[in-house]
């Protein structure tokens, strides 16, 4: 069997090898190296995916680091918002 493509290789990182694939993987390190890499690539994916927080388009991704520069309050459906200055 020829090298396995990089896009059936791609492929491989989440879905499981024919058998015939997994004869070649087993045996080709090249195919096996790049198999591991898109296979480490997904896991990496996956783990983004539950890191990735509010976007900070929403006011609620941002309103916690404003609370304490700042005093925020919600009225009628209108956030208002005065920046704490203290004096000397």
Do not use: K
């Not at 491989?12 to 690539?41: F, I, K, N, Q, S």
Request: charged share 20%; glycine share 6%; aromatic share 2%.
């Amino acid at each position: 069997m020829s090298h396995l493509s990089t896009e059936r290789l791609a492929a491989l990182g989440d879905e499981a090898p024919t058998p015939v694939e997994a004869a070649h993987l087993a045996t080709c390190e090249a195919c096996a190296r790049e198999h591991a890499a898109y296979r480490a690539l997904v896991a990496m994916a996956h783990e983004e995916r539950g890191a990735i927080g509010i976007p900070l388009t929403r006011f609620e991704a941002i309103a916690s680091a404003l609370a304490g520069a700042a005093s925020v309050t919600v009225a009628d459906g209108r956030i208002r918002m005065g920046l704490s200055v203290s004096r000397r």
